[in-house]
């Protein structure tokens, strides 16, 4: 294996690694349920993804095969991440948490399927 070869692998280690280690530190970090999400969605798929990718790249370039196992479950990883992050939002929601404790969008309309308050104060959608 030449060694661009082996430096490309090690860049794709490396970047996964860091990855990683932030979306680790934010899912230990981040303050509630609603913002950890973002971490195990976004950077620890990344990092997974890039251990994959290099995985793929060292195959290929180290013996000429090209396997298409590791793009498969990228591809799988990608594509069912957010729905996972989409599901434990969902029941972050539905559970008797009171409106007060959800953390705001940002963006002036209510969280979708959040309970609406009695009182009359409930934000329209746009």
Do not use: C, Y
Not at 100 to 121: K, L, R, S, V, Y
């Amino acid at each position: 294996m030449e060694l661009w070869h082996e430096i490309t692998v090690a860049l794709f280690l490396v970047v996964a690694g860091v990855f990683g280690l932030v979306g680790s530190f934010g899912l230990l970090k981040l303050p509630n349920e609603m913002t950890r999400l973002h971490a195990p969605t976004k950077a620890t798929t990344l990092g997974v993804g890039g251990v994959l990718i290099a995985s793929m790249l060292h195959q290929w370039l180290g013996s000429e095969v090209f396997s298409m196992h590791e793009l498969i479950i990228t591809l799988f990883l990608f594509l069912t991440a957010p729905i996972t992050a989409l599901f434990i939002a969902k029941m972050q929601l539905h559970q008797n948490v009171p409106r007060e404790q959800i953390p705001p969008t940002g963006t002036g309309a209510p969280w979708a399927g959040a309970p609406e308050p009695n009182d009359g104060t409930a934000v329209k959608p746009r």
